[in-house]
C-alpha cells in the first residue's frame, strides 16, 4: 500500500458530514480525494464544503480513478456488497459502514472476494476504538471482575416521527436496510459483545410487533450462549413509551460487574465487593476517527485494525440468527 491512504467515498450522507469524514483528512498519512453520490449536485455540494478534489455521480468512475487507493462505503446497507466487491476487485481497500451487508451470507461473500484479492475489508464499528469501550476491554481483560459469567443488554426507544410518514425510513426497509432498528442500532450492541467477550455462538430469540407500524418487527428478545459458557440476554424495543427509555448493558463476573451504555457516552461503573468506581466517557470530535486511524496503520503496516470484514460477518451471522428463527438453540 502507497505511503498516503488516498480515500474515496461512495455515499456522502449525513453519517460522513461529521462522525466519519473529516476524520479521514486529520490522520497523518491520510487524505480525502474524492466522493460520489448518485445526485451530482449533492457530490459537488459536500466536495466543495469539505475541499475534496474530485467528485462523482458514478461509483464506477471513483473506485477507478487510479488515485485512489482506499474506498469508504457509505451507503445504506443494501448496496454494500455490490459496491465493496467492486472495488477490492479493483485492488482498492475497502471500510464499508455498518451492518456489513444485509445478511450473513453476502458477507461472507465479501470476506471470500477480500481474501481472493487479497484486499483488506474493514467495516465500521467503530466502538472497538472509542476510548470508553477500550477501558471496559482492560477491567475485564485483566480479571478484576474475574470470570465473565453474563451479560445483558436493554435497549428501550419510541417510535420516530418518521416511523408515521409515508414513505417510511430506509432502515425499516429490509431490502435496504437488511431489517429494521435492531440491525441499525442492535448491531452495535452485539458487535460490542463479540468484541468484548468473543464470538456468541448460540441463539434463540422472539421477535414481535407492538406498534406495526413497519414490516420488521419492533420488539425483540433474544438468549445468547458464547465462548466458555457465557450466556446473555437482549431487550430492545423500538416502540417503547417514552418514560421506559434505557440504554443499558451489563457483563458480570465471579467477583464483580461492569455496567454502562452503548450510545449515550455516560460514565461507566465498575462495582467489586460491594463497592463501585465510576470512569467518564468522552465523546471525540470524530467518532470514527479512532477505527480509521487504526486502518490506515494497518495499511501502512504499522498496526492492525480490530474491526473487520471476519468479525462483523459474525455479527451479521447473529442479526439473522434473531430475525429468521424463533426456535431455540440455532
Not at 22 to 39: E, H, Q, T, Y
Not at 40 to 49: G, I, T, V, W
Not at 299 to 309: D, E
Not at 315 to 320: N, Q
Amino acid at each position: 500500500m502507497a505511503k498516503t491512504i488516498n480515500w474515496g467515498i461512495i455515499g456522502c450522507g449525513n453519517v460522513t458530514e461529521q462522525k466519519s469524514g473529516p476524520a479521514f483528512g486529520k490522520i497523518k498519512g491520510s487524505k480525502l480525494i474524492a466522493v460520489m453520490r448518485r445526485d451530482r449536485e449533492k457530490s459537488m455540494d459536500y466536495a466543495l464544503r469539505h475541499k475534496v478534489p474530485h467528485f462523482y455521480d458514478n461509483a464506477e468512475q471513483l473506485i477507478h480513478n487510479p488515485e485512489v487507493n482506499a474506498i469508504y462505503v457509505a451507503t445504506p446497507p443494501g448496496s454494500h456488497a455490490g459496491y465493496a466487491i467492486s472495488a477490492m476487485k479493483a485492488g482498492k481497500a475497502v471500510y464499508v459502514e455498518k451492518p456489513m451487508a444485509i445478511n450473513h451470507a453476502q458477507c461472507l461473500e465479501m470476506v471470500k472476494v477480500s481474501e481472493e484479492t487479497g484486499t483488506p475489508l474493514f467495516v465500521a464499528y467503530y466502538r472497538r476504538r472509542l476510548p470508553g469501550f477500550l477501558k471496559i476491554k482492560e477491567l475485564i481483560d485483566s480479571g478484576v471482575i474475574g470470570k465473565p459469567l453474563f451479560f445483558s443488554i436493554r435497549y428501550f426507544e419510541p417510535a420516530k416521527e418518521a416511523d408515521f410518514r409515508d414513505p417510511l425510513p430506509w432502515r425499516v426497509i429490509p431490502e435496504i436496510s437488511g431489517g429494521g432498528y435492531l440491525h441499525d442500532m442492535g448491531s452495535h450492541h452485539l458487535d460490542l459483545i463479540d468484541y468484548l467477550l468473543g464470538p456468541i455462538e448460540k441463539v434463540s430469540a422472539l421477535t414481535t410487533s407492538q406498534k406495526n407500524l413497519y414490516e420488521p418487527e419492533d420488539f425483540i428478545s433474544a438468549g445468547f450462549t458464547g465462548q466458555e459458557g457465557i450466556v446473555g440476554h437482549g431487550i430492545w424495543s423500538f416502540a417503547a413509551p417514552d418514560h421506559a427509555k434505557e440504554d443499558y448493558m451489563e457483563i458480570i463476573g465471579e467477583k464483580g460487574k461492569v455496567s454502562f451504555s452503548c450510545f449515550s457516552f455516560s460514565h461507566t461503573r465498575l462495582t467489586v465487593n460491594g463497592r463501585s468506581r465510576y470512569f467518564v466517557n468522552k465523546r471525540p470530535q470524530h467518532v470514527q476517527q479512532g477505527l480509521i486511524q487504526t486502518i490506515v496503520n494497518e495499511l501502512q503496516g504499522t498496526g492492525v485494525c480490530p474491526s473487520t470484514g471476519v468479525t462483523a460477518a459474525r455479527t451479521s451471522r447473529v442479526l439473522d440468527k434473531i430475525t429468521n428463527t424463533n426456535s431455540a438453540g440455532q
